[in-house]
């Protein structure tokens, strides 16, 4: 299966969190690795490596400026793993929301026993 | 009341983070209480709750058996307490009676209160990568998606 192949390299890819700030960085704009590497106090090599995960995930590409190859976002993918993590979400909102209920029920109950 | 967080922090972790508008003690019970949980711990809607056992203390077992109203499917997990700093803190594992993901999970459940209200952090540790996307993916072939594509089905054939 394609399809889960793809989303596993996304969710390894999102589960460090330098490539999570260079996902970041990027949701503001395109940018080179000069770039991306300033902010976080690691050489150009461990940012390219960083990136090369985030490229083969599908989350990052490169522009077509030969040369700065500025790295850009790929919007499309991150909503592929956001929307399976929306699903769970909505999952547990149902049960929290019932939980609500529930202790608005027992803060009352709890105010009038006391004194 | 407050917004549902989902993250995966690193890769067999999932960690949902929830403010509620209750002393921890109240959210501590409804966490560990049989006939409190059973009213919210739920699911997708037309889930009940028939089965709820918790013996809490340190190497005590917990029981959870869940049953869908309409066709009668039933699905049934449990692990054991290795934790418990009440009302702060509980640590169990988790296994599904059905293994819908590899091995078994450790579960935290973290209660801080600051002026009545209480936000949880319930961190989800899985065996391993594979388990942990397998949850994330469940969405789909659980009772959550199936009643969506219902949703769909009937929102499709009503447009018409």
């Known amino acids: ?38 902010p976080f106090a690691m050489s150009q090599p461990a940012i390219s490596k960083h990136l090369r995960v985030l490229e083969r995930a599908g989350l990052v ?10 790295r850009r976002l790929e919007p499309k993918r991150l909503g592929e793993a956001t929307r399976w993590l929306e699903r769970y979400r909505r999952l547990w909102e149902g049960n ?8 608005e029920r027992l803060k009352t109950k709890e105010n009038k026993w006391e004194p | 009341m407050g917004t549902l967080k989902v993250t995966t922090p690193s890769d067999r972790e999932i960690v949902m983070t929830r403010v509620f508008d209750a002393p921890r003690k109240l959210v501590f019970d409804a966490h560990t209480k049989p006939d409190l949980v059973k009213r ?40 054991v307490y290795r934790e418990i700093v009440a009302p702060e803190q ?16 450790v579960d935290t459940l973290l209660l801080v209160e600051r002026a009545g209200r209480t936000t949880l952090t319930q961190t989800v540790l899985y ?29 499709a054939s009503t447009k018409r």
């Open chain 2, 90 to 105: 509980i640590v169990n594992t988790e296994k599904f009676d059905e293994a819908w993901y590899p091995g078994e999970a």
């Open chain 1, 61 to 70: 590409s490169r522009g077509r400026d030969a040369q700065r190859r500025p």
């Open chain 1, 1 to 38: 299966m394609h399809d889960v192949h793809r989303l596993d390299a996304t969710f390894a890819a999102l589960a460090d969190p330098t490539r999570r700030a260079i996902l970041a960085r990027l949701a503001s704009g395109q940018a080179s690795v000069t770039e991306l590497a300033h």
């Open chain 2, 127 to 155: 065996e391993s990568r594979a388990a942990r996307d397998a949850v994330l993916k469940s969405g789909m072939e659980k009772g959550v998606a199936a009643s969506y594509d219902r949703l769909a089905e009937l929102l």
């Open chain 1, 96 to 103: 929290y929301r019932r939980l609500d209920a529930l202790l």
């Open chain 2, 40 to 79: 919210w711990l739920l699911g997708p809607p037309g889930w009940s709750m028939p089965v709820c056992e918790i013996d809490l203390r340190v190497g005590g077992k917990y029981r959870y058996v869940w049953r869908q109203d309409n066709d009668g499917t039933q699905m049934g997990m449990g692990g």
